[in-house]
């Protein structure tokens, strides 16, 4: 099957090529013989908010500056209208200082964590459930055609999992075209860095989707309905609480998306059936993929 599709759709596509995101690596494979694999490179980037130091996340180390932004907005210590009056990146000291007009302080929020189930140890600081209360996203109706037009679409786009593997991505969609494309080691920073962008950009909400390639926990359900976003659509299965939260929220919950097969738990009443599942090609079993498994 090719493994390409129109990069113009994108407004960010993913960058397999960049030279800092892998390396190769020299190894023996199952006859014995030399063999060499690019591997993601996992970096330290620490997040200061202000003068306070917030988390030190393990990442890719592209869009440092989005991925402090999204996070922050993310755990609720920014707000969807800070006044943000600087993000320094500085490579050297793999830090980044997220500067806002108002002082900031949040020691107490910080003193209660939660290490969540995302790929590469997620962490959420504070109440998980703190700021969705009185939370409604909108009843925005999503097409099924959209949804197998993005799956192929994303399927098909140069990537680095497709490349190296051990990675998971995060896609921000409006109706059947895929705006942004994001990578890391953990679905949570992916998420984050839309999060960011979308600050950084002010992009409105209420009319996207995230498709993502990992499971559907109640830590990516909350972040998705923390940024305003009514749906959220994923190749991979579901948690309970998950859905429980998703339903509580009105997000329009999705998974198990191949081929012509999806099964969706929260929001059905949101889908418009307008295309015929029977059309829609299935899968093949393997992807044909460089790396190893993600």
Same mark, same amino acid.
């Given at each position: ?29 199952? @006859?014995? *013989?030399?063999?060499?694999? @690019? ?24 869009? #440092? ?14 707000? &969807? ?39 590469? /140890? ?15 996203? &909108? ?15 994303? +399927? ?14 995060? /896609? ?16 949570? +920073? ?12 002010? /992009? ?25 976003? #009514? ?10 609480? =998950? ?15 191949? =081929? ?8 059905? *009443? ?6 015929? &599942?029977?059309?829609?090609? *299935? ?12």
């Amino acid at each position: 099957m090719a493994r390409d599709t129109d990069l113009t759709d994108y407004l960010i596509a993913p960058d397999p090529a960049a030279v800092r995101l892998t390396r190769a690596v020299r190894g023996v494979d199952h @006859n014995g *013989e030399q063999t060499e694999l @690019n591997v993601v490179e996992e970096r330290p980037l620490t997040i200061f908010l202000n003068r306070q130091e917030i988390v030190t996340a393990m990442t890719i180390g592209d869009y #440092p500056q989005y991925l402090a932004l999204g996070f922050l907005r993310n755990q609720g210590m920014l707000r &969807p209208d800070e006044d943000i009056t600087g993000v320094d990146y500085d490579e050297e000291l793999e830090t980044v200082v997220v500067r806002t007009a108002r002082a900031t302080d949040y020691e107490d929020k910080m003193q209660r964590k939660t290490r969540t189930s995302g790929c590469a /140890v997620g962490t959420v600081f504070g109440d998980m459930m703190e700021g969705l209360e009185g939370v409604s996203l &909108p009843a925005t109706p999503m097409r099924t055609s959209w949804l197998y037009a993005l799956a192929a679409k994303i +399927n098909r786009t140069p990537s680095l999992y497709l490349e190296a593997g051990a990675i998971h991505g995060t /896609v921000l969609c409006q109706q059947d075209r895929p705006l942004v494309y994001m990578e890391d080691v953990g679905r949570h +920073n992916a998420v984050d860095k839309i999060a960011g962008w979308m600050l950084s950009e002010r /992009v409105e909400a209420g009319d996207k989707m995230l498709y993502t390639t990992g499971r559907l926990t109640s830590e990516m359900v909350i972040k998705t309905a923390m940024m305003g976003i #009514p749906v959220l659509a994923s190749r991979s299965g579901f948690t309970a609480w =998950g859905v429980e939260i998703a339903q509580q929220v009105g997000l329009t919950l999705i998974g198990r998306m191949r =081929g012509q097969r999806f099964v969706c738990l929260s929001g059905e *009443e949101r889908l418009i059936r307008d295309a015929d &599942p029977a059309s829609v090609a *299935e899968e093949p079993r393997k992807s044909g993929r460089k790396g190893a498994e993600a």
